[in-house]
């Protein structure tokens, strides 16, 4: 739920309207091009530093670093300038990698073989069932409550949603036994 619900809250009105903040006051499409560029620079050094690592409390990690979702949004709600925006979007993007990384992990050492393609596919349907409704409704929406209205409520609703979900106790314990890996089977 924590994810299916960013996709609506956070992520698509982000999508949304930080286009249109850039345009307003950031310099346009270069600026958000910059913005979303430094977004995807952050995921592979977030990627390339989860390279051969698995903290102790995996799960706790995937957790916290979903925080970094909420900086972005709230940069652009606030009215910070676009070097701190993009500065956002860098740590945004390294959290994504980093969570991703370690809740697949999570998966794959956790769920029986037997059934992993059909809890993937249930997490997938989740993540992205409630994403385009947020598409939608973040222009119309914004236009009772303004962008920054929008764009800020993403953020508390991000920043809530992480300090719920770390209050289980098996989110806090975070880690998963130790097994070994299994190759293809001859």
Known sequence: MHICLFNLFVWGPFLVLGPVIA????????SWGLVMALYGG???AGG????GRL??????VATVATLGWSLPSAALATGWSLPWVCGTALV????SAVCGT????ATQRQ?????LARAN???????FALGPIGLAAAGPISTLLGTSGVLGFGAVWQVAAVTAVLTLPSIRAGGFPRRPMRGPTT
């Not at 903290?55 to 706790?60: A, D, E, G, V």
């Not at 769920?111 to 059934?115: D, G, I, Q, R, S």
Request: proline residues 10%; glycine residues 14%; hydrophobic residues 50%.
């Open 102 to 105: 370690l809740y697949a992990t």
């Open 111 to 115: 769920v029986p073989p037997t059934v």
């Open 92 to 95: 945004a993007g390294a959290g």
């Open 48 to 51: 390339l530093v989860m390279l």
């Open 42 to 44: 952050g995921a592979m």
């Open 121 to 127: 596919a249930y997490a997938s349907f989740g993540a």
């Open 23 to 30: 345009e307003r006051r950031l310099g346009g499409a270069t």
């Open 55 to 60: 903290p102790r409390r995996p799960l706790l």
